[in-house]
């Protein structure tokens, strides 16, 4: 093959770097699983699994196929609207590690090392937004690319920055996890937080903030954690909210009142507390003065939440 001028030409070339690489001793019999087969190089979720098994993807050449785990895939995958037209599926080790007994077995460390940089071109060249690992093997490779400090049992179920990317953990499809670690509806709870990473993706995130408030900055760090990008930060003593923004922002909120903040300075010197404020009296304050507005405001443009609290900002991002 000559120099590689497409993404197309440049999968190829992996493909058959891989195809014909011997470097794991005990895996030198097999055949790498990576073709046309593992998805579209232009998805923007990429799957990752442990390795192909014997009945599986080394038997079909199609990751996740053939088996029960695949089979429970397809399931997961169907439930959150995904086909696998829409993705593209690898592994952290690409041959099929055996036992003697030619049973499958855990891939060993070497081999996981030897196949990253396999791993790391893939994800390089399909430039995914969201990667789902299936399984602390995927999850523990990644580290090799970016290094991680998650472990699946405390990450799975939310979505995490890595790489310039959204990271979403999730257990193996495999029955054995299923039966003893991951059962089926605790799995189907978890992949919801793809179609939620999809579906904030390209979503407008506005912060309406003081920078140094420090809730705002708690509500700040807490998107990151999970994974959110807001896309603008608007400093409200800087840049004030005009009527028609509050009044909008009020409607997003549940009512003005819900947006109003009661801790003012000015809320007891202008005796405001003596009385009961109508919802125009309290959308004048906000425009007019930006201490009453409730702080920070979490935009997300057909939904907002004021003031700052994990569970309200995991009910308006759909998690829950
Ligand atoms: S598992 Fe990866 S590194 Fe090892 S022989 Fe197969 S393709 Fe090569």
């Given at each position: 093959?000559?120099?590689?001028?497409?993404?197309?030409?440049?999968?190829?070339?992996?493909?058959?770097?891989?195809?014909?690489?011997?470097?794991?001793?005990?895996?030198?019999?097999?055949?790498?699983?990576l073709s046309?087969?593992?998805?579209?190089?232009?998805?923007?979720?990429?799957?990752?699994?442990?390795?192909?098994?014997?009945?599986?993807?080394?038997?079909?050449?199609?990751?996740?196929?053939?088996?029960?785990?695949?089979?429970?895939?397809?399931?997961?995958?169907?439930?959150?609207?995904?086909?696998?037209?829409?993705?593209?599926?690898?592994?952290?080790?690409?041959?099929?590690?055996?036992?003697?007994?030619?049973?499958?077995?855990?891939?060993?460390?070497?081999?996981?090392?030897?196949?990253?940089?396999?791993?790391?071109?893939?994800?390089?060249?399909?430039?995914?937004?969201?990667?789902?690992?299936?399984?602390?093997?995927?999850?523990?490779?990644?580290?090799?690319?970016?290094?991680?400090?998650?472990?699946?049992?405390?990450?799975?179920?939310?979505?995490?920055?890595?790489?310039?990317?959204?990271?979403?953990?999730?257990?193996?499809?495999?029955?054995?996890?299923?039966?003893?670690?991951?059962?089926?509806?605790?799995?189907?709870?978890?992949?919801?937080?793809?179609?939620?990473?999809?579906?904030?993706?390209?979503?407008?995130?506005?912060?309406?903030?003081?920078?140094?408030?420090?809730?705002?900055?708690?509500?700040d760090t807490?998107?990151?954690?999970?994974?959110?990008?807001?896309?603008?930060?608007?400093?409200?003593?800087?840049?004030?909210?005009?009527?028609?923004?509050?009044?909008?922002?009020?409607?997003?909120?549940?009512?003005?009142?819900?947006?109003?903040?009661?801790?003012?300075?000015?809320y007891r010197?202008?005796?405001?507390?003596?009385?009961?404020?109508?919802?125009?009296?309290?959308?004048?304050?906000?425009?007019?003065?930006?201490?009453?507005?409730?702080?920070?405001?979490?935009?997300?443009?057909?939904?907002?939440?004021?003031?700052?609290?994990?569970?309200?900002?995991?009910?308006?991002?759909?998690?829950?």
């Open positions: 093959m000559g120099k590689p001028n497409t993404k197309k030409d440049l999968f190829e070339l992996i493909s058959s770097e891989a195809a014909a690489c011997r470097v794991c001793p005990d895996l030198c019999d097999r055949k790498a699983v046309n087969l593992n998805g579209s190089i232009d998805a923007k979720i990429l799957f990752i699994g442990e390795a192909p098994g014997r009945q599986g993807a080394d038997r079909t050449r199609v990751p996740f196929s053939g088996d029960q785990s695949g089979r429970n895939f397809d399931r997961f995958l169907a439930s959150i609207n995904l086909s696998r037209d829409d993705i593209f599926i690898t592994s952290a080790v690409l041959c099929s590690p055996r036992s003697l007994s030619d049973a499958n077995r855990t891939p060993k460390k070497s081999e996981i090392e030897n196949c990253n940089p396999f791993l790391q071109r893939i994800i390089e060249l399909i430039e995914p937004r969201v990667v789902v690992t299936l399984g602390s093997i995927a999850l523990a490779a990644l580290k090799r690319i970016e290094y991680h400090e998650l472990s699946l049992k405390e990450a799975v179920g939310n979505v995490y920055r890595w790489n310039g990317r959204l990271l979403a953990p999730l257990y193996h499809p495999s029955p054995q996890v299923l039966a003893s670690h991951r059962r089926e509806e605790q799995q189907l709870n978890d992949y919801k937080i793809v179609r939620n990473a999809l579906a904030l993706m390209d979503k407008k995130i506005t912060l309406y903030w003081l920078p140094h408030c420090s809730t705002c900055q708690k509500a807490y998107l990151k954690q999970t994974g959110k990008s807001v896309t603008e930060y608007r400093d409200i003593k800087a840049n004030p909210l005009s009527r028609t923004e509050v009044e909008r922002l009020s409607k997003l909120v549940g009512g003005a009142n819900e947006l109003f903040s009661r801790r003012a300075r000015l010197s202008m005796g405001l507390a003596d009385r009961e404020l109508l919802d125009d009296e309290m959308l004048d304050l906000m425009a007019t003065e930006y201490t009453f507005i409730k702080r920070p405001v979490l935009d997300l443009g057909n939904n907002a939440v004021s003031g700052f609290t994990g569970k309200s900002y995991d009910m308006v991002l759909g998690k829950e």
